[in-house]
Structures are given as structure tokens and as C-alpha cells.
């Protein structure tokens, strides 16, 4: 069983930094795709990032730069590094994963991923 438990949300000030991490239990597999997307109430969760086992990265177009995802393999543990925060970023944030193939999707959708985490709060004023 897998479970995915994201941690890092905050409140801070526009320009600041926060990383958020998602760390996963349960089986280790060798093939996966996993993201970070976030959600506003009213609108549709949204991917903002992508890797896969490859350690390929992919981003929105309008996050590139600003916004850095990674996995550390031995911990088991995704990570967002978000700098340069706007107010714009303010959302709930969640990690998910899917372990049924070793790419992403270049437009990945909710249905892409199997497991998601609780989501993380980041609030930027």
C-alpha cells in the first residue's frame, strides 16, 4: 500500500521561498512518474511539475525558473523548491505518483497519477 505525505506548506511574503517535500512509503518501485500539482477553490488542479525514474523534469510553462522539482531516490522523497513566491502561488499543494510506467505525459491530468497525497497549504501574501 502506498501512501504519500506531503510536508513544507506556510504562509510567507511575496519573494520568499518554501520547499515542500512528499515523502512516500510502502513498496519501492523502479518505474514511476510523480508530480506536484496545486488547487485553488473554483478551479481545476493544475500540474505544475513532473519527473520521472529517468530523472527527466518537466514544468508549466510559467513556473520554469522559479520553481525546481527533484527526488531524492535513497529517502524516497519528492521535493518542490519554490522561490520568488507570488501571491498568484497561494494554493493547496499536492504530490502525486504513478508507478505503472517510467515516463510523464507532457500535459499530465489528474486521471495520470494512481496515488496523491493530503495536500500542503502555501499561503503567499
Known amino acids: 500500500h502506498v501512501q504519500l505525505v506531503e510536508s513544507g506548506g506556510g504562509s510567507v511574503h511575496a519573494g520568499g521561498s518554501l520547499r515542500l517535500s512528499c515523502e512516500g512509503s510502502?513498496?519501492?518501485?523502479?518505474?514511476?512518474?510523480m508530480g506536484w500539482f496545486r488547487e485553488v477553490p473554483g478551479k481545476e488542479r493544475e500540474a505544475i511539475a513532473t519527473?520521472?525514474?529517468?530523472?527527466?523534469?518537466a514544468y508549466a510553462g510559467s513556473l520554469e525558473g522559479r520553481f525546481t522539482i527533484s527526488k531524492d531516490n535513497d529517502k524516497n522523497i519528492l521535493y518542490l523548491q519554490m522561490n520568488s513566491l507570488k501571491p498568484e502561488d497561494t494554493a493547496m499543494y499536492y504530490c502525486?505518483?504513478?508507478?505503472?510506467?517510467?515516463?510523464?505525459?507532457?500535459?499530465?491530468?489528474?486521471?495520470?497519477?494512481?496515488?496523491w497525497g493530503q495536500g500542503t497549504q502555501v499561503t503567499v501574501s
Open positions: 519527473i520521472d525514474s529517468s530523472g527527466i523534469t
Open positions: 510502502g513498496r519501492t518501485y523502479v518505474k514511476w512518474c
Open positions: 502525486a505518483a504513478n508507478f505503472f510506467r517510467g515516463y510523464c505525459f507532457t500535459h499530465p491530468g489528474r486521471a495520470d497519477f494512481t496515488y
